[in-house]
């Protein structure tokens, strides 16, 4: 099964609103990733987080590395048709990288 | 498109038998990681290669196993496939050992078991 908690699982969303998305886990992680995946296609890295407390920015995109590095979130803002896909964390220690089960973003027009 | 190419982009087959599944990095990137991605597993990392060598391991099963050529390319040997094996293969690459943020994926090979 997935090694890390991921939710929600799936989200319906007008266009428009904002968007907001976690992960948690009972390990420490060095750095925190959030990824999106269209159909059909490999994983795109969105934001790489480095530090516990770190938030960065990337567009309407937003993540925090938890401050007990069990956890992270990302936001979406005024999120627009082309939002839709699923959306991963992933959890990097020294040697291995784990991943969420996935949000599954639909934006209705 | 991410410059990582993988091929093939489907892959029909029969329990026991063994396939060979290719990636070719951007160009530069010495670094190659293979991942699983399966509906009931979701995205697993399974192997990491850096300019020739295995660097790291992650839930990757006897029967499967992995190189990395000279000129780069990365092959994944599936043997004795069963039909849990079914499953999106990813391939990424980066420029770099550590850290493994910057890696750009493939479009995935997809491996039907039957």
């Known amino acids: 099964g997935q090694q890390l908690n991921q939710s929600p699982q799936s989200m319906f969303i007008q266009e428009g609103e904002d968007v907001s998305m976690n992960c948690t886990s009972s390990?420490?992680?060095?750095?925190w990733l959030w990824y999106k995946q269209d159909p059909g296609e490999g994983p795109v890295l969105l934001i790489a987080?480095?530090?516990?407390?770190e938030l960065t920015s990337n567009g309407r995109l937003t993540a925090q590395f938890g401050i007990t590095r069990k956890d992270s979130f990302l936001n979406i803002s005024a999120s627009i048709p082309s939002d839709v896909g699923i959306y991963f964390c992933?959890?990097?220690?020294?040697?291995?990288?784990?991943f969420g089960a996935g949000t599954r973003l639909t934006v209705k027009p | 498109d991410s410059g990582v190419t993988q091929t093939p982009k489907h892959l029909i087959t029969a329990t026991g038998q063994r396939v060979t599944l290719r990636c070719s990095p951007r160009?530069?990137?010495?670094?190659v990681y293979w991942y699983q991605q399966s509906l009931d597993q979701g995205l697993q990392f399974l192997i990491q290669?850096?300019?020739?060598?295995?660097?790291a391991k992650g839930n990757i099963l006897e029967r499967f196993s992995a190189q990395q050529f000279p000129d780069l390319h990365s092959e994944l040997n599936l043997s004795s496939l069963e039909l849990g094996d079914s499953a999106l293969y990813f391939c990424?690459?980066?420029?770099?050992?550590?850290?493994?943020?910057?890696?750009?994926f493939g479009p995935g090979t997809r491996l039907t078991v039957l």
């Open positions: 390990s420490i992680f060095n750095t």
């Open positions: 160009s530069g990137d010495l670094s």
């Open positions: 290669y850096y300019n020739g060598e295995e660097r």
């Open positions: 990424a690459s980066s420029p770099r050992d550590i850290p493994y943020n910057e890696q750009f």
């Open positions: 987080l480095y530090k516990a407390g």
């Open positions: 992933a959890g990097r220690d020294n040697n291995d990288m784990r």
